[in-house]
């Protein structure tokens, strides 16, 4: 038996770490499911994620896509955008609806296994910033963006240069007057940079390898076949939005469809961005001699984002509507644009041009620093078949890719946390 010093403060059949959509999406089944359980919310108040989110920011995929259980979207605006805190409202309503058993403000800092006591066939210790916790089952719910990724060169940068990953950018009064380089073009990326556009200020971007993607496709918003072929591709034969056909497990954290929800929700071309003014540059691999040094591939990487979307995401989407028998229109034509920056700028000075802050909007990974138990692979994502790790009651919702593509969104967590509820009520 523990000494009472080893006692835990709280017993639960089931802890769910994270209370942002997929805690609370899983916190409904296990409900339905009559399992006890507890979430625990490291942040102070509800909202996940989007809490940590710019002023500017529009959710990417439109109300349709709301498909959280007992949360869908029946309005009069199907294929339009919410901004940040009507999400964040949205998510608190949910959370109101639902009622699940959540604490705030407790972060948890080390799951374990239990080693006596509650509960008697194993299970974990749980050690919190409020008390410790002993639990059969662990939901591993807290998301994946956690630990914002900026690159080591950051740290040679001269101190009088503002620097900020994307997690920490409101808006552009934070930045210091003078031109500010975007890192990264991904969605983040691309939507920083027009708002910093549309305060007037002198922007330089650095392009990644995200492609880019047409707001609308065949009739259709483009994220209507994305979630199609996700749902309902494997029964058609397309398969390629499922995770078991991911060509490499690295291929989970590629970046997604450059597109943005401001606006009425629009494309983000990188070249109508430097026809804007904005100085594009190649990808960003580091310093020299007091320079930012970028790729001198800029046109090439130009014709390669725009080309992404056609060669996997689009050609998807048109072998579904034909499979489905689905009445759509064909795509428009693309116009072909051959515009180039007159220089491709491979190196940069900062003080030169007078760059004085610079956004790394370069992604974020995994954080599951506080599991001390052998459950992760080598990109530290949790081994698994459909979130149900190899450690017996630990599972994992709400990750990019966990079943498939789109299983860290509203639209497929929910589908997700009723499978993991299920396992663990039939434990």
Not at 42 to 71: M, V
Not at 135 to 145: D, E, Q, T
Not at 175 to 188: I, M
Request: negative net charge.
């Amino acid at each position: 038996m523990p000494s009472p010093a080893e006692r835990p403060d709280h017993e639960v059949d089931t802890l769910v770490i994270g209370a942002g959509q997929a805690g609370l999406a899983t916190s409904y089944w296990l409900s339905r499911h009559g399992v006890e359980h507890q979430l625990l919310e490291r942040r102070d108040a509800l909202g996940g994620a989007w809490q940590e989110r710019w002023d500017s920011f529009y959710l990417n995929t439109p109300n349709f896509s709301f498909l959280l259980p007992e949360l869908t979207y029946d309005g009069p605006e199907p294929d339009a955008f919410l901004p940040r805190d009507e999400v964040i409202d949205l998510l608190r309503d949910y959370a109101a609806r639902i009622k699940p058993p959540v604490l705030l403000g407790t972060e948890v800092t080390r799951i374990s296994a239990a080693t006596g006591g509650f509960p008697a066939n194993g299970g974990f210790s749980v050690t919190t910033s409020h008390g410790r916790w002993q639990a059969r089952n662990v939901v591993l719910a807290n998301g994946a963006f956690q630990l914002p990724r900026i690159p080591p060169a950051a740290a040679a940068l001269p101190r009088h240069i503002r620097q900020l990953h994307s997690h920490d950018y409101r808006n552009p009064q934070q930045l210091r007057d003078g031109a500010v380089l975007v890192v990264g073009s991904g969605q983040s990326g691309g939507q920083i940079t027009e708002d910093l556009l549309d305060a007037g200020r002198e922007v330089h971007l650095s392009v990644s390898a995200c492609p880019e993607a047409p707001r609308r496709y065949r009739g259709r918003d483009v994220f209507h076949w994305i979630l199609q072929v996700n749902l309902h591709g494997p029964e058609y034969g397309i398969n390629g939005l499922q995770v078991d056909q991911l060509p490499s497990p690295a291929a989970r954290f590629m970046c997604n469809p450059l597109i943005s929800g401001n606006g009425g929700g629009h494309s983000i071309r990188l070249r109508e961005l430097g026809r804007r003014g904005v100085r594009l540059h190649g990808r960003f691999e580091g310093t020299d001699d007091g320079a930012l040094v970028f790729s001198e591939d800029l046109p090439a990487r130009l014709a390669l984002v725009e080309a992404g979307f056609g060669a996997r995401l689009g050609r998807m989407a048109d072998a579904y509507i034909h499979a489905a028998g689905i009445d759509a229109p064909p795509a428009d034509p693309v116009p072909a644009d051959d515009w180039l920056p007159a220089e491709s700028g491979a190196r940069l000075n900062l003080d030169a041009e007078g760059i004085t802050s610079i956004i790394w909007s370069t992604g974020y990974g995994l954080d599951f620093s506080f599991l001390d138990v052998p459950a992760l692979d080598q990109w530290n994502y949790p081994r698994h078949s459909s979130g149900v790790t190899d450690v017996p009651g630990l599972y994992a919702v709400g990750l990019p890719w966990l079943t498939k593509h789109l299983s860290a969104t509203l639209s497929v967590v929910g589908d997700d946390a009723e499978f993991v509820a299920g396992h663990i009520a039939a434990r």
